[in-house]
């Protein structure tokens, strides 16, 4: 990494260096970094051995390398998890930064006369982290900016936002299609990735799934835990209330949760939960957890990437979950007289599902009706846990998988479900296909 052998000098980073790592979205700075900051004789370069393909940049080059990305991805950010800056050795200024950007804008090429654009898919992309090194003048402009991109085969630079769309640049071998993942059941798990504790404080084992982009846990915590002493002194400035968001299902036993604001709620087993951050676990019974939160938190402790710091929940957000089986009431919806009944909860911009189908359910002569187009397989992604029973699944290349009660699984579109037993799921996927309103006045 390009910064890490280099001293602070945090007193001293020139204005127009402060200005481009101030972690800010560039819609409301580009014009001035570039007219203010940045030297005409200005040039970007990508270096080191995994660098894109990009030649050097001028001034105008990058202006406009700059404004077709802020077209696609409107909230494009440099910095977006705010690196502290460094002095190099060499006289540069450096971090090794995130570049973030929702592409909810326009189609996007970063070669508009060479490769096909992208229509708007709504995905937020993160590149890096990659060592961006800004040098200045004596007149405190910047002349020169170097990026490092960090690891084979990462995506970089604007030819990275295109292939993380679904673009594809020339020469490069045609992305996996995605196709389904289970994980393991708790009799094949094998050792966990990743153990906190143990003794008098009490233990927590994880293990890591890492599926096209998402990431699923299984945790398991023994009674008597003790998050202060066990967890805040590996964590960043020690915090001293869990600073994760926590989405997930409790499989056995029972959590407490204490919340900042002096507020308690306990988990059962059988239940969906939403946790936000400023919390501790409080356990006086074993338990064993799946989650399905992309917070980066504690899996970063596994993967060794810096943990990402995710968009914050809203202010009021507080625990909530979605009760179990015997405590759930009437359903939300049913479709195909009784074939799938669905429960739903959505609070703090998350959503919950409960669905039950029944053994010969057959989503093409009662989903796909009410779906708009009529598809032949299902449009939807599904993540989740599948608590009882078994579901078949049939991609449209015509692989078929099973996927087993006790594991948590990602199903992309393209699909149908398979139904050769009766089968309940708890969901943790946003994807809006069955729970749009036009949808769900459909059903019953």
């Known amino acids: 990494m390009g910064c890490t052998n280099s001293s602070e000098a945090k007193a001293d980073?020139?204005?127009?260096?402060?200005?481009?790592?101030?972690?800010e979205q560039m819609a409301g700075k580009a014009d001035k970094m570039m007219g203010e900051y940045y030297a005409d004789s200005h040039v970007l370069s990508f270096i080191g051995p995994h660098a894109p393909?990009?030649?050097?940049?001028?001034?105008?080059?990058?202006?406009?390398?700059?404004?077709?990305?802020?077209g696609s991805f409107p909230d494009l950010t440099f910095n977006f998890t705010k690196v502290p800056v460094k002095k190099t050795k060499d006289g540069g200024w450096a971090a090794d930064i995130v570049v973030m950007g929702t592409h909810t804008g326009a189609a996007f090429t970063p070669m508009p006369d060479k490769l096909p654009p992208i229509d708007k898919t709504g995905k937020c992309v993160k590149i890096g982290p990659e060592t961006f090194t800004l040098y200045v003048d004596e007149a405190g402009k910047v002349v020169k900016?170097?990026?490092?991109?960090?690891?084979?085969?990462?995506?970089?630079?604007?030819?990275?936002?295109?292939?993380?769309?679904?673009?594809?640049?020339?020469?490069?071998?045609?992305?996996?299609a995605p196709t389904v993942f289970s994980s393991?059941?708790?009799?094949?798990?094998?050792?966990?990735?990743?153990?906190?504790?143990?003794?008098?404080?009490g233990a927590a084992k994880?293990?890591?799934?890492?599926?096209?982009?998402?990431?699923?846990?299984?945790?398991?915590?023994?009674?008597?835990?003790?998050?202060?002493?066990?967890?805040?002194?590996?964590?960043?400035?020690?915090?001293?209330?869990?600073?994760?968001?926590?989405?997930?299902?409790?499989?056995?036993?029972?959590?407490?949760?204490?919340?900042?604001?002096?507020?308690?709620?306990?988990?059962?087993?059988?239940?969906?939960?939403?946790?936000?951050?400023?919390?501790?676990?409080?356990?006086?019974?074993?338990?064993?957890?799946?989650?399905?939160?992309?917070?980066?938190?504690?899996?970063?402790?596994?993967?060794?990437?810096?943990?990402?710091?995710?968009?914050?929940?809203?202010?009021?957000?507080?625990?909530f979950c979605m009760p179990c089986e015997g405590e759930l009431g009437e359903p939300d919806k049913v479709m195909g007289d009784g074939a799938v009944s669905m429960w739903m909860k959505k609070e703090s911009g998350q959503q919950m599902t409960r669905a039950f189908i029944k053994k010969g359910f057959d989503w093409k002569a009662t989903i796909s009706p009410i779906l708009p187009g009529c598809?032949?397989?299902?449009?939807?992604?599904?993540?989740?846990?599948?608590?009882?029973?078994?579901?078949?699944?049939?991609?449209?290349?015509?692989?078929?998988?099973?996927?087993?009660?006790?594991?948590s699984y990602l199903i992309p579109p393209g699909h149908l479900p398979v139904m050769d037993q009766d089968a309940v799921m708890v969901e943790f996927s946003q994807?809006?296909?069955?729970t749009n309103k036009e949808v769900m006045d459909k059903m019953k």
């Open 206 to 319: 994880m293990w890591l799934f890492t599926s096209q982009g998402k990431k699923m846990s299984r945790i398991a915590i023994e009674k008597g835990f003790d998050w202060k002493k066990t967890v805040s002194p590996i964590l960043p400035g020690c915090p001293e209330w869990c600073p994760a968001t926590h989405f997930g299902y409790l499989e056995s036993g029972e959590m407490g949760i204490q919340m900042k604001d002096g507020s308690t709620k306990t988990i059962k087993a059988g239940e969906s939960y939403f946790v936000p951050p400023g919390h501790l676990p409080v356990m006086e019974k074993d338990a064993v957890m799946v989650e399905f939160s992309q917070d980066e938190t504690y899996t970063s402790l596994i993967d060794g990437k810096p943990a990402e710091k995710p968009p914050p929940p809203p202010a009021d957000a507080g625990v």
């Open 53 to 70: 393909p990009v030649p050097p940049l001028d001034k105008e080059h990058l202006k406009g390398a700059i404004g077709n990305l802020m």
């Open 431 to 434: 994807d809006p296909t069955y």
């Open 13 to 23: 980073v020139p204005e127009a260096v402060a200005f481009f790592f101030n972690g």
């Open 145 to 176: 900016t170097t990026i490092e991109p960090l690891h084979a085969g990462a995506p970089a630079g604007p030819p990275g936002f295109y292939t993380e769309i679904g673009g594809v640049m020339p020469g490069a071998p045609a992305a996996p």
């Open 375 to 407: 598809p032949e397989w299902c449009p939807a992604t599904h993540f989740g846990y599948l608590e009882s029973g078994e579901m078949g699944v049939k991609m449209k290349d015509g692989s078929t998988f099973t996927v087993k009660a006790g594991t």
């Open 184 to 201: 393991p059941t708790a009799a094949e798990l094998g050792e966990p990735n990743k153990v906190m504790g143990g003794g008098d404080t």
